[in-house]
């Protein structure tokens, strides 16, 4: 690569790819890296176009009615789809089609497991890498946490129990990506239930059933809208728990003491150089971090497409079991792939 600027463009100018100014957004944070320079700006909304276009001072000639049109003409390296959860797909696919090196789309990935297939088959084919804006997987402190499971520190993984906010898909996915990320297991089968709410995309949880003996207990109930993202991770040898809201980040030994009514327990201390506080920019930073990272050292994201693929596929199979009382096998099978979530974020 040569020393010029990687070129950014977003598709879909709402408030988290930067409308308003908004600082946790796909915009500000492409500003905050020296070797990025966001150049383009596609929405099918005039208004909206030219509002965010006026703040980010991008050049009217560099705002495009549509995605495939800011493809053919605005020379671009990244490209970032931060469109409602309900058209994540065509901008995807068309920027593959277009040979953009580098595609990162928020979450949910897509709204049915089909069309996500049809996304990461059309990168894959064109050689172009898909990222799924799960943030968390982009962080320091979770890489950490990984690479001490990785080491060990808990043993083998038997529990993973993550809580967080519903909606379940909409934000969801933040949390059964973080289990899947941490643990390394492979969904098997999926048992589910929602909230009796008058949404497409509900609270609700499950239980999903994976690889190696690994069982993830997934908590999206609440039907409040609260930020209380929680984990406690178990295994045969240790146990990792933390609190996003309370900045309580602990881990602990599974000690013996034999010959007591209950034998062992969990030596919990705090783990060091943790975080006390999150900045929600700081998120949106290191997602564009990644981005621009995947070009410049040409490499697979730590948060593939089909990462993305298989959050969004546990979750609706928790949707279809809780439709039928039944535990569904994953990968889905051709038909219940096209069920859709039509996930509004509400």
Request: glycine share 10%.
């Amino acid at each position: 690569m040569t020393k010029t600027k990687v070129r950014v463009g977003i598709v879909g100018a709402g408030p988290i790819g930067g409308l308003g100014r908004r600082e946790s957004s796909h915009a500000a944070a492409y500003r905050r890296c020296q070797d990025a320079e966001l150049v383009a700006i596609a929405d099918i909304n005039p208004v909206r176009l030219a509002q965010f276009g006026d703040e980010w001072e991008i050049a009217p000639e560099q705002r495009y009615a549509t995605a495939a049109e800011m493809y053919a003409r605005a020379g671009l390296d990244i490209v970032s789809v931060t469109t409602h959860n309900l058209y994540h797909h065509q901008p995807v696919i068309e920027a593959a089609a277009a040979g953009i090196k580098i595609i990162m789309v928020e979450k949910p990935i897509a709204i049915s497991v089909e069309w996500a297939r049809k996304m990461v088959d059309a990168c894959e084919r064109r050689g172009c890498r898909l990222i799924v804006e799960h943030t968390r997987r982009f962080l320091p402190h979770f890489r950490k946490l990984r690479q001490m499971i990785a080491d060990g520190a808990v043993g083998q993984v038997k529990t993973v129990s993550v809580e967080g906010c519903r909606p379940l898909l909409h934000n969801g996915t933040h949390n059964v990506d973080l289990a899947f990320y941490l643990s390394g297991a492979e969904p098997q089968r999926v048992t589910g239930f929602l909230n009796p709410e008058q949404e497409a995309d509900p609270g609700g949880g499950g239980l999903i059933s994976c690889s190696n003996g690994v069982r993830i207990f997934v908590n999206c109930v609440a039907e409040r809208r609260e930020w209380f993202d929680q984990v406690i991770i178990a295994g045969t040898g240790g146990r990792l728990q933390w609190s996003e809201r309370t900045s309580e980040w602990s881990y602990g030994p599974l000690v013996d003491r034999p010959g007591a009514p209950y034998n062992a327990y969990y030596e919990l201390q705090p783990i060091p150089d943790m975080p006390t506080s999150f900045e929600s920019a700081g998120f949106f930073y290191w997602a564009a971090r990644e981005s621009i990272d995947c070009l410049l050292e040409d490499r697979e994201s730590v948060s593939t497409g089909r990462d993305g693929l298989k959050a969004l596929e546990a979750i609706t199979a928790m949707h279809i079991s809780h439709q039928t009382g039944a535990w569904v096998h994953t990968p889905l099978t051709t038909g219940l792939d096209h069920f859709e979530i039509r996930s509004t974020g509400k």
